[in-house]
Nanobody, 122 residues
């Protein structure tokens, strides 16, 4: 059974930082590209960031470039999202995602976590 478990969400003031973690089980983690998405209530889930299998390349949605950093530790089966200079518009439920395909992990991942709430106050 595949499980992606996110943690690290919470309430932070604008300009602050949070680090999200996602630990995977039930998959060969090093063979999966990993990603993060976010969703605001009433809106579609949107791509935030993705990272390749060994972590050599990463991709970001334009609005988070230079503020967010995705990384992974294959020894711990964990992917991270470091979020700096947070803005109120970053408020959303953040979801971890996995796929063996880099294209799919950025569009229609095979696996999803349950989500963690991030709230940025102004």
């Amino acid at each position: 059974q595949v499980q992606l478990v996110e943690s690290g969400g919470g309430l932070v003031q604008a300009g602050g930082s949070l680090r999200l973690s996602c630990t995977a089980s039930g998959i060969t983690f090093s063979r999966h590209a990993m990603g993060w998405f976010r969703q605001v209530s009433g809106k579609e889930r949107e791509f935030v960031a993705a990272i390749t299998w060994a972590g050599g390349n990463s991709y970001y949605e334009d609005s988070v470039k230079s503020r967010f950093t995705i990384s992974r530790d294959n020894a711990k089966n964990t992917v991270y999202l470091q979020m700096n200079s947070l803005k109120p518009e970053d408020t959303a439920v953040y979801y971890c995602a996995a796929s063996m395909s880099l294209v799919r992990v950025r569009t229609t991942p095979d696996y999803w976590g349950q989500g963690t709430q991030v709230t940025v106050s102004s």
